[in-house]
């Protein structure tokens, strides 16, 4: 069955800086911070879920990196290099979703269910050291966002909610030249190996499907991430037979997250300035993430990959997006477009 999920991250609010939201982050014993904060990481995942998304993952206003570093770098946090202690591999914005989660229940008589997402042993090990690799290190840091996986699967279980989904986000692999199968098996298998055990559906989120052949070997990893709205071409760089063979499936994307390029598009074709009105910016959404051009990406992923394709949804994150009203007006086209789709219109 298909399921449509996002990536995660999310614009903030207007008026709200990215300087105030690491502050905040790092003074949350202070009720001047941690209220507002946890106030507008609610209010992002009830715009989430109004728009439509059916496994939303918890808002990320942090930066990817930062978030999962700065704790595992901290040696007041760790019991040994770079391997972080299960009671400091916390994810703060689940916290802050446990009372919306609460009134969702109460509301819908059902429990929330959501998607997490961390950042992959790869992308964290190349952004803190240089080339080689030394397993050591790169496995701490693997079991250390397993920790952060852990963590995130039993804190929603006492609060009564779900983690459906778990993605790895490794952005760089196929795109940094410096990345080497040398270590990624045996990393993304250390990362996963909580949530397997679990039984939690493993993502791994890719800018480029190039290793995806080595991943299919990684038996945590369930779900493949494709971002196909914006590069249809890169399913012609997976092949069906090779999923089915490992029993691998897909997350396609069908709707396009790179506003800058779509703006530029729109600009020089209709020779506008698209950053200087917003009604312009409403314009291109609608034009390049009508419901309609959804379901025809849907169409065409499904036309090549059938029953292997398990989740589908915006490419990537919505951070870079200038304002929440355009973030919202993409994730409710998607969902309409999906729901066009499974009605055959």
Same mark, same amino acid.
């Given at each position: 069955?298909?399921i449509?999920?996002?990536?995660?991250s999310?614009?903030?609010?207007?008026?709200?800086?990215?300087?105030?939201?690491?502050?905040?982050?790092?003074?949350?014993s202070?009720?001047?911070?941690?209220e507002?904060?946890?106030?507008m990481i609610?209010?992002?995942?009830?715009q989430?879920?109004?728009?439509?998304?059916?496994?939303?993952?918890?808002?990320?206003?942090?930066n990817?990196l930062?978030?999962?570093?700065?704790?595992?770098?901290?040696?007041?946090?760790?019991?040994?290099?770079?391997?972080?202690?299960?009671?400091?591999?916390?994810i703060? /914005?689940l916290?802050? $979703?446990?009372? #919306?989660? +609460?009134?969702?229940?109460? %509301?819908?008589?059902?429990?929330l269910?959501?998607? =997490?997402c961390?950042?992959?042993?790869?992308?964290?090990?190349?952004?803190?050291?240089?080339?080689?690799?030394?397993?050591?290190?790169?496995?701490?840091?693997?079991?250390?966002?397993?920790?952060?996986?852990?963590y995130?699967?039993e804190?929603a279980?006492?609060?009564?909610y779900?983690?459906g989904?778990v993605?790895?986000?490794?952005?760089?692999?196929g795109l940094?030249p410096?990345?080497? /199968?040398?270590?990624? $098996?045996?990393? #993304?298998? +250390?990362?996963?190996?909580? %949530?397997?055990?679990?039984?939690?559906?493993?993502? =791994?989120?890719?800018?480029?499907?190039?290793f995806?052949?080595?991943?299919?070997?990684v038996?945590?990893?369930?779900?493949i991430?494709?971002e196909?709205?914006?590069?249809?071409s890169?399913?012609?760089l997976?092949?069906?037979?090779?999923?089915?063979?490992?029993?691998?499936f897909?997350?396609?994307g069908?709707?396009?997250?790179?506003?800058?390029s779509?703006?530029?598009?729109?600009?020089?074709?209709?020779?506008?300035s698209?950053?200087?009105d917003?009604?312009?910016?409403? %314009?291109?959404?609608?034009d390049?993430?009508?419901p309609e051009?959804v379901?025809?990406r849907?169409?065409?992923?499904?036309?090549?990959?059938?029953?292997?394709?398990?989740?589908a949804?915006?490419?990537?994150?919505?951070?870079?997006?200038?304002?929440?009203?355009?973030?919202?007006m993409?994730?409710?086209?998607t969902?309409?477009g999906?729901?066009?789709?499974?009605?055959?219109?």
């Amino acid at each position: 069955m298909l399921i449509y999920d996002d990536i995660g991250s999310y614009p903030l609010p207007e008026g709200t800086s990215r300087e105030w939201i690491q502050e905040a982050f790092a003074n949350l014993s202070s009720p001047a911070y941690r209220e507002p904060l946890y106030g507008m990481i609610g209010d992002a995942m009830w715009q989430k879920i109004n728009a439509g998304v059916e496994l939303p993952n918890y808002p990320q206003f942090q930066n990817m990196l930062t978030q999962f570093s700065d704790p595992i770098m901290d040696d007041a946090r760790t019991e040994a290099p770079l391997l972080i202690r299960e009671g400091e591999a916390k994810i703060v /914005e689940l916290e802050a $979703i446990d009372e #919306l989660a +609460a009134r969702y229940r109460a %509301a819908k008589g059902e429990s929330l269910k959501l998607r =997490i997402c961390v950042t992959g042993p790869i992308e964290l090990y190349y952004n803190l050291f240089q080339p080689p690799v030394y397993m050591d290190i790169l496995l701490n840091i693997a079991r250390s966002v397993s920790r952060f996986i852990k963590y995130s699967i039993e804190h929603a279980r006492s609060c009564h909610y779900e983690i459906g989904c778990v993605s790895i986000d490794e952005p760089s692999m196929g795109l940094d030249p410096r990345i080497d /199968e040398e270590g990624v $098996i045996e990393a #993304l298998e +250390a990362a996963s190996e909580y %949530a397997f055990i679990s039984g939690v559906d493993t993502q =791994i989120h890719l800018h480029s499907p190039i290793f995806y052949e080595l991943v299919c070997q990684v038996r945590g990893i369930r779900v493949i991430g494709v971002e196909s709205a914006a590069n249809p071409s890169l399913l012609e760089l997976i092949e069906k037979k090779q999923l089915e063979q490992y029993d691998k499936f897909l997350r396609v994307g069908i709707a396009r997250t790179d506003i800058l390029s779509m703006a530029a598009e729109y600009d020089e074709l209709h020779h506008t300035s698209a950053f200087k009105d917003r009604a312009i910016l409403k %314009a291109i959404m609608e034009d390049y993430n009508s419901p309609e051009r959804v379901k025809r990406r849907l169409e065409h992923a499904y036309s090549i990959f059938d029953d292997r394709i398990r989740y589908a949804g915006p490419d990537c994150g919505l951070r870079s997006f200038p304002g929440q009203e355009l973030a919202f007006m993409l994730l409710k086209n998607t969902a309409a477009g999906i729901r066009a789709f499974r009605a055959g219109e």
